[in-house]
């Protein structure tokens, strides 16, 4: 079985200051990870994602994040947050499901609020 | 490029009414499809999955079923609406070969029982 925790509810920052938010996993085999973004009423956008290779992930509107597998983590940074970055932010774990011929089974964190303050 | 649509983006149905949501999926071929359902503060819940026409997966026992008529089209329906099936719900697709997990959301549809 695999899980994903995201401790942080809702992270609120000012505007240009750094941030990071947190996501930690679990799974006895190997995953691929991922971050989405959904802003209010929208479908979720993939973020970044780590399938292999480098450690560090960088993905689009200046996001980045670090896989460590030691610490079972992959947080999400930004160093500098703008107003438009206000959204919600999912931590996703996708594993290989047992004699699924391939299927992948993708476990979702419960998500985490950004909140960009002016 | 591949697009995803689903709808009806906003409902408003009576406890005990029907539903019905379709999603459909543009610019690829045998895709996986999924339906998840998202509730406040509760992250995102997988409700079904399909590999292929007709071939439908379900992950928790519900009011809801989900029929794959079509390679990309993917329907959720229920027969007699529950005030716990408010929610938004969301349609998403994977590919099948080299999958890595990597979903492609629709915009969602949001629904109230009432």
């Known amino acids: 079985a695999q899980s994903v925790t995201q401790l942080d509810s809702q992270v609120p920052v000012f505007e240009e200051a750094p941030v990071e938010l947190r996501c930690n996993y679990s799974?006895?085999?190997?995953?691929?990870l991922f971050w989405y973004v959904q802003y209010p009423n929208q479908g979720l956008q993939l973020l970044l994602k780590y399938l292999s290779g480098s450690t560090l992930v960088k993905g689009i509107n200046g996001f980045e994040a670090e896989f460590n597998k030691s610490q079972t983590s992959f947080h999400l940074r930004k160093p500098s947050v703008h107003i438009s970055d206000t959204a919600e932010y999912f931590c996703a774990v996708s594993a290989a499901a047992p004699n699924s011929g391939g299927y992948q089974k993708v476990t979702f964190g419960t998500g985490t609020k950004l909140q960009v303050i002016p | 490029s591949q697009t995803i649509h689903q709808w009806p983006a906003t409902l408003v149905q009576p406890v005990g009414s029907p539903l019905s949501l379709e999603c459909t999926v543009e610019g690829t071929s045998n895709p996986n499809l999924y339906w998840y359902r998202q509730a406040a503060g509760r992250g995102l819940q997988l409700l079904f999955y399909s590999v292929g026409i007709g071939q439908i997966s379900s992950e928790v026992p519900q009011n809801l079923s989900a029929s794959r008529p079509q390679d990309r089209q993917f329907i959720l329906s229920s027969k007699k609406l529950l005030l716990s099936d408010s929610g938004f719900y969301l349609c998403?697709?994977?590919?099948?070969?080299?999958?890595?997990?990597?979903?492609?959301f629709g915009e969602g549809s949001r629904l109230t029982v009432l």
């Open positions: 998403a697709w994977s590919v099948i070969w080299g999958n890595t997990g990597e979903l492609f």
């Open positions: 799974s006895s085999v190997s995953v691929y």
